[in-house]
Antibody, heavy 117, light 107 residues
Framework: EVQLVQSGAEVKKPGETLKISCKGS????????IGWVRQMPGKGLEWMAI????????KYSPSVQGQVTISVDKSISTAYLQWSSLRASDTAMYYC??????????WGQGTQVTVSS | DIQMTQSPSTLSASVGDRVTITCRAS??????LAWYQQKPGKAPKLLIN???RLQNGVPSRFSGSGSGTEFTLSISSLQPDDFATYYC?????????FGGGTKVEIK
């Protein structure tokens, strides 16, 4: 069974750093793109970025390019989303998902990130 | 970037109704369109890929159609478990975009 398990909820202050994780299991982790999707409070889904674990090739949405960094440690089948300086506007639920061709077929449970002074 | 426009944004319907949600792309995406269902506090769930391919385990009352720039998701007979928000999503050239969502509410 394909599973993506994300790290737990985070509460941070503006300007702090953060790295959240997404661990894959039940499939060949290196052979599928992993994507990150943001959902701000009460809003819709927004694609942020994807990464190919085998070679760490990355693609970012223009709306988040330079604001976040995605990475992967294929030795432990884990993808990461990180911020170097959080803003209140980063408050959202973040999902990772496995991409199969042109769609996401399996999703993590989500990581709530709250940024507040 | 390709923009995806869903309509309506909210839909009120009763159990047993047939409902249709529309998704329009700002340029042709062939059949590279997926539909997801999301319930409050839960991750999205894939329903349909390639515009019309039902994901394994998804009830047959769900169907998708369309190609190019106009697509529809239909539910033939709305069930209590179907009240949720639905999103379309396109893929092209390593870039993805979601529609704004359609909330299906109980009438």
């Amino acid at each position: 069974e394909v599973q993506l398990v994300q790290s737990g909820a985070e509460v941070k202050k503006p300007g702090e750093t953060l790295k959240i994780s997404c661990k894959g299991s039940g499939y060949s982790f290196t052979n599928f793109w992993i994507g990150w999707v943001r959902q701000m409070p009460g809003k819709g889904l927004e694609w942020m970025a994807i990464i190919y674990p085998d070679d760490s090739d990355t693609k970012y949405s223009p709306s988040v390019q330079g604001q976040v960094t995605i990475s992967v440690d294929k030795s432990i089948s884990t993808a990461y989303l990180q911020w170097s300086s959080l803003r209140a506007s980063d408050t959202a639920m973040y999902y990772c998902a496995r991409q199969v061709g042109d769609y996401f077929d399996s999703w993590g449970q989500g990581t709530q990130v709250t940024v507040s002074s | 970037d390709i923009q995806m426009t869903q309509s309506p944004s909210t839909l009120s319907a009763s159990v047993g109704d047939r409902v249709t949600i529309t998704c329009r792309a700002s340029q042709s995406i062939n059949s590279w369109l997926a539909w997801y269902q999301q319930k409050p506090g839960k991750a999205p769930k894939l329903l349909i890929n390639k515009a019309s391919r039902l994901q394994n385990g998804v009830p047959s009352r769900f169907s998708g159609s369309g190609s190019g720039t106009e697509f529809t998701l239909s539910i033939s007979s709305l069930q209590p478990d179907d009240f949720a928000t639905y999103y379309c999503q396109q893929y092209s050239s390593y870039s993805l975009t979601f529609g704004g969502g359609t909330k299906v509410e109980i009438k």
